[in-house]
């Protein structure tokens, strides 16, 4: 409990650091990251990711400290080469993207691996929390890494807020862009650039491993919240923030917990959820939306058959059945009475001792739905060619979703005919 | 059959364009008057695309130049608008019409600056113009394909432009948006502007374009419509590649030598 208050209130000048750090390196990781994932470049940043471990290395080889600055060049330097690498397969060999990638990435990984056991085994005092780099470690960050990584992140994002026109026209259409005359190579040089380095700034405390999902999964949440780019960019960056929070939490709390993973699960966590409960997007919603046509499906069939059987007895509110109903369309009686008793909620019917009458909006309800059956039946035969006897089930299906827009054409289109292709009287109001 | 013409506002000298090393167009040659709205027809395959993408510089040509306006590309560029394909871009991007047609208006802007307040009317104003301000809030691929191909129509009228290249307008559309979008080109050249369209519908062609170009992988002819748009000319268009000039272009693929000395 003390942890939380201590972490909350930021009384720790140490932990300040650490979580300023991290909520910048990763609103700019999500921020960027929009990009790289509306750009279909998702795995990219794995790619980079990984190269940087090498970068990395070599720096601390060369100049035997842990200098910031001369880890990031170092960084800087292969992630970016990584890019370029990439694209050079791709063009001189016969590999598509996603083998070049992911040779690209064993390869630069392995030399990273490499060089960290080498290091490892150097006798270098200074070398220790250099391994933080493969999971991250916020807690390794001190007061010069996060000034020197909080720089960049800040310039990552005041980048972005001016660019912020170009980057979209080059995401969504590259060649309108050069057509107008936009540089879009440099354009592009600047959108790698800056992604390398949103990457590069957070290995440190998310890691090489993982730094990707830090790339990705804030701009595919977002996403599913939002049809605008910039709300999306602030929703990832938020994400991203929210993530890292709660990750260097976990981290400072519990010890020996690494962050990376920490606030990649909180990421994935919140992708989650966009995915399962996002509005109009989200698999709950889209459920939702197919039950509620399931439904309505249900209960426009029943008031039709209640219609046709009006029609044969010629008495639409006679009262029937469960037992009637089950008879004419096929449902299991327990089925029918559980759909008879929302209809009597919904006002389509009424009950009196297990018996059933169409109220008036039930049987105008079920006059449409037959209208609508019989109507479009004689649109495909007229229009469509089908046999009449092949026309039947596709109006089943056709008569639910049929907007008054649509039920009025059909209408004028086939001027009102008296009877369906089975010589059924199609009943208007 | 050629129609060349004085002071023309587009000339292509001698245009050979190349995929890896394979020529897909040869030595493409031709003027346009100001004013005319052009139909480039051919088969598939026929390097219609091709052409308007070397003359925007989308792709670099192996041997020629173009010329517009008597000028090279870069210098006339406010005046040349290029409406691509609709399926070169992902319509699930997150924007809505009115963010692409005020697409139309960032050549005007140049880097860095933001859309004015000028600029977001005339966004509309196009939106306008092609039956769509009632859309202009509408996420992009909650549109149809012909409602799409006229939020690119509105974009490239943002533009405001004198030369137009549209890369298959009419692709994907229904009857109702072609009409009204050809009923908009029309419009335009007899304002003053030009029009070139890549299409592919034959039927269509002399009721559309008052001057054509027939292509297939060479220029078979290009001049004004009621001269060229005939039996003969459609026969040698159409009437499959020419079998030896497929195989000198396979040749050069292979053996990788460059076209020209290049």
């Given at each position: 409990m ?48 990984h ?8 720096a ?45 990435l ?8 490499l ?31 996060v ?7 800040v ?28 540089p ?87 992708a ?58 096929g ?51 007229e ?6 006897d ?20 059909l209408?004028?289109?086939l ?5 369906d ?9 | ?15 050979t364009v ?6 897909v ?30 003359i ?67 966004a ?44 298959e ?7 109702a ?5 050809i ?57 499959g ?22």
């Amino acid at each position: 409990m003390n942890d939380l208050i201590n972490f909350i209130t930021l009384s720790d000048p140490n932990t300040r650091y650490v979580v300023l750090g991290v909520m910048l390196m990763s609103a700019g990781a999500s921020v960027l990251g929009c990009f790289t994932f509306l750009r279909k470049k998702a795995l990219i940043g794995d790619a980079i990711a990984h190269a940087v471990l090498p970068g990395v290395c070599v720096a601390f080889i060369l100049s035997g400290e842990k200098n910031p600055i001369l880890l990031l060049l170092g960084a800087f330097a292969t992630g970016w080469f990584s890019v370029y690498a990439v694209d050079f397969i791709k063009k001189n060999s016969r590999l598509k993207e996603d083998s070049a990638i992911g040779l690209v990435l064993s390869v630069f990984f392995g030399i990273g691996i490499l060089l960290l056991t080498y290091i490892q085994h150097s006798g270098n005092a200074l070398q220790s929390g250099l391994d933080s780099f493969i999971f991250g470690k916020a807690a390794s960050l001190v007061s010069a890494d996060v000034y020197v990584f909080g720089t960049v992140a800040v310039l990552l994002i005041v980048v972005v807020f001016f660019l912020f026109k170009e980057f979209m026209l080059i995401s969504f259409d590259e060649n309108y862009a050069v057509s107008i005359g936009f540089p879009v190579k440099t354009l592009e040089f600047i959108l790698t650039t800056l992604t390398v380095l949103a990457v590069i700034v957070g290995i440190q405390a998310i890691g090489v491993v993982l730094m990707a999902a830090m790339l990705i999964t804030p701009a595919a949440a977002a996403r599913f919240w939002t049809n605008r780019l910039p709300i999306m960019l602030m929703l990832a960056a938020s994400i991203g923030i929210v993530s890292g929070i709660g990750g260097s939490f976990v981290s400072y709390t519990i010890s020996g917990m690494p962050t990376g993973p920490w606030i990649v699960l909180f990421v994935s966590f919140i992708a989650m959820i966009s995915f399962l409960f996002a509005p109009q997007k989200g698999l709950a919603y889209r459920w939702y939306g197919r039950e509620k046509h399931k439904a309505l499906i249900m209960e426009e069939n029943i008031l039709k058959a209640f219609y046709q059987l009006g029609e044969q007895d010629e008495n639409f509110f006679k009262e029937r059945t469960a037992e009637e109903l089950s008879d004419k369309r096929g449902y299991p009686i327990a089925v029918i009475n559980r759909w008879f008793s929302k209809l009597v909620k919904h006002g389509y019917l009424i009950s009196k001792n297990n018996q059933y009458t169409l109220t008036e909006e039930g049987k105008v309800k079920g006059q449409r739905v037959t209208k609508l059956h019989r109507l479009w039946e004689m649109y495909l035969t007229e229009y469509v060619n089908l046999a009449p006897d092949h026309v039947h089930d596709d109006a089943e299906n056709i008569e639910h979703i049929i907007t008054p827009e649509i039920e009025k054409k059909l209408e004028e289109q086939l001027q009102y005919p008296n009877k369906d292709p089975h010589d059924s009287h199609i009943p208007y109001r | 059959m050629k129609t060349q013409v004085d002071n023309p506002i587009l000339e292509v000298h001698d245009l050979t364009v190349s995929y890896n090393k394979k020529p897909v167009l040869w030595g493409i040659d031709f003027t346009l008057p100001k004013g005319v709205l052009v139909g480039i027809i051919g088969p598939n395959g026929a390097g219609k695309s091709t052409l308007i993408k070397t003359i925007m510089g989308l792709i670099p040509a192996a041997s020629g130049f173009v010329k517009l306006f008597d000028k090279q590309l870069e210098e006339v560029r406010g005046k040349v608008s290029y409406v691509p394909q609709r399926e070169s871009v992902d319509w699930d991007f997150p924007a809505s019409a009115f963010d692409v047609v005020l697409m139309g208006r960032y050549g005007k802007l140049g880097l860095f600056k933001r859309p004015r307040k000028a600029d977001k009317e005339v966004a509309m104003e196009c939106l306008e113009k092609v039956g769509m301000q009632q859309f202009a809030g509408r996420q992009i691929s909650q549109l149809s394909g012909g409602q799409q191909q006229r939020v690119f129509l509105a974009r490239a009228l943002a533009q405001d432009a004198e030369l137009y290249f549209m890369d298959e307008p009419f692709a994907g559309v229904d009857a109702a948006t072609e009409a009204a979008i050809i009923e908009i080109l029309k419009r335009m050249t007899e304002a003053g502007k030009t029009v070139v369209v890549v299409h592919h519908d034959l039927q269509s062609v002399k009721e559309y374009f008052n001057w054509l170009l027939l292509l297939n992988m060479r220029l078979v002819a290009s001049g004004p419509t009621n001269q060229i748009f005939t039996e003969e000319l459609l026969q040698e268009t159409y009437g499959g590649k020419l079998t030896l000039l497929a195989k000198v272009g396979d040749l050069l693929a292979k053996q990788e030598v460059p076209a020209r000395e290049k």
